[in-house]
Structures are given as C-alpha cells and as structure tokens.
C-alpha cells in the first residue's frame, strides 16, 4: 500500500529537482547515451539548413545546439523548458530561449518546419492536449519527431536488486508526476489521431555498462529518488545499495529504457 501523494505535482517540483546539484550531471549523461540516435533520425530525416525548429524540453540543450549548427543562418532554433539553466550555461546566441513550463507555452500556430522532443511527454499529465498543440506549431507539410521510452530490461532483469530498483523507480515517478514510462509505443497512435501522415516507428536500446552514460544517469536517478522511494515503501535501502554497486560493477551488461522515435507530418 503505498501512502497517498499529491497528484497535482510536476516534474521538477520535488522529482528532479532543478536545486539538486546533480541535475544538470543526470540531464547530459541523458543526453551522451540517446544523442547519436536522435541525431541519426533527424538526420535521416533531412534537418538541415534553413529549417525552423522547435526543441520542447530541452533539459541539457544539446538537440537544440545541435540543430543549431545543422539549420545554419538561414534557419533558427526555438528551445523550451520549465528550467532552462542549463540551456544557458552553454549560451548558444542561435537559440531562442523559453523558460516556461511547456502548458502555459504558446509557439504560435504554423510556424515550425520540425517539432522535437524527447524524453519529456511521457512526464507531462496533460500529454495528449500538449500534443495536439504541438502539431499546430508545425508547419503545412511539417515534421514531428517525438521520442520517449519504453520499458525493456527493468522489471525482466534477473538482478533482483536491479529489477527491484528500477521496478519502485517507475512506480514512484507515476504515482508522483504521473510520468509514463511506455509512453514511446503510444506515439505512432498518438500521432495518427493527430492527423500526422507517414507515421513511422524507430527504436533503440542502449545497453547499461559500468562506464556507460546510461549507467551513470541510473546512479544519479537513483540517489535523487532513493530517499522517495524508500519514504513511499517502493524499495528496501539494502537493494538501493546493491543496485548502485551493481551499475558500477564491470561485468554488468544490463538492459533499461528503449528509446521509441515516432515521427509524422503535418498534411500540406
Ligand atoms: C528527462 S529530461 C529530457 C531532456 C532532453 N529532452 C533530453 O532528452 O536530453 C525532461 C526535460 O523536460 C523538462 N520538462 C518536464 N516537464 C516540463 C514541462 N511541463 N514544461 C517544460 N519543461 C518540462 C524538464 O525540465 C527536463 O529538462
């Protein structure tokens, strides 16, 4: 039984919180381990010079200056999210900047050849509506690209401390911010109900080694939620303990998150 938690609040309230020290830390190893994937999509995708995006959630900020170099002075990069330190701590003078929390963000309708995001729906209560708001940002003929996880390698891990940590991990994040950690196979769905043309599906799956960045953004995962997690029951200390030793150990190969890419355009 878990104790009951306030519904009304929001990644970066408590989970995650922007005053933690190890925030930005946790949001760059994010970013190292699914970077080349989301690079290798919008590549494929044809992001290139001229193109006006939008980068919603940027956390780390590194899509956005990415895109930044790949859309050159002929195009512009739009980048928001509820804390935006460490979009600033790079100053990229390429990228519009909005510090705001992405339901009271308004981009305005028709502009974008590319909405992106990544990794940031899945934590949003509101996420359909968002989406749908998302598409009338994009252009006629524009493209959207979503990513968020799925589960691969958590609940089915044959470590028991492993799979006991990462399992009480996804109960806490949803019975706090109501994050949805499978929200990536949503997307194809998602999209097509939003009008989106051309869905399509790409998936990736790092694999969690001692000096991977996907072990290291579990290790700061986990000590920011430990106190929560232990607080709401979800997990025994002894097995937080052993799952952080076992990220470190090098002979760990371990499965996690899958990254689910889903992408569609808007009809011209
Ligand atoms: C898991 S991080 C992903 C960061 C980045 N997109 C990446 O994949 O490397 C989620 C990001 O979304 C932002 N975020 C979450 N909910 C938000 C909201 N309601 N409005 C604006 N930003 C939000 C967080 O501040 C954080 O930077």
Known sequence: MIPSVDQSERYGQRVFSPEDDTEGERLAALAATFDPASRGHLTAFGAGPGWHCLDVGSGA????????????????????????????????????????????????????????????????????????????????????????????????????????TLTGLSRLLDVTIGTDTNHGRRYPGLLAECGLTGVTLAVDLPVVTADSPMARFWELTIRQTAPRLIELGLVEPGAVDEALRYLRDPGTHELSLVLCTASGRRPA
């Open 61 to 164: 900020g590194t899509m956005a200056r990415w895109l930044a170099d790949r859309v050159g002075p002929t195009g512009s990069v739009t980048a928001v999210d509820r804390d935006a330190r460490h979009l600033r701590a790079h100053h990229d003078p390429r990228l519009t900047v909005h510090e705001t929390d992405l339901t009271a963000f308004d981009a305005g309708a028709g502009r974008f050849d590319l909405v992106h995001s990544r990794m940031v729906l899945m934590h949003v209560r509101e996420h359909e509506a968002m989406l749908r708001r998302m598409v009338g940002w994009l252009k006629p003929g524009g493209l959207m690209v979503m990513s968020d996880s799925a589960e691969l390698g958590g609940a089915s891990s044959t470590h028991p401390a492993y799979r006991a």
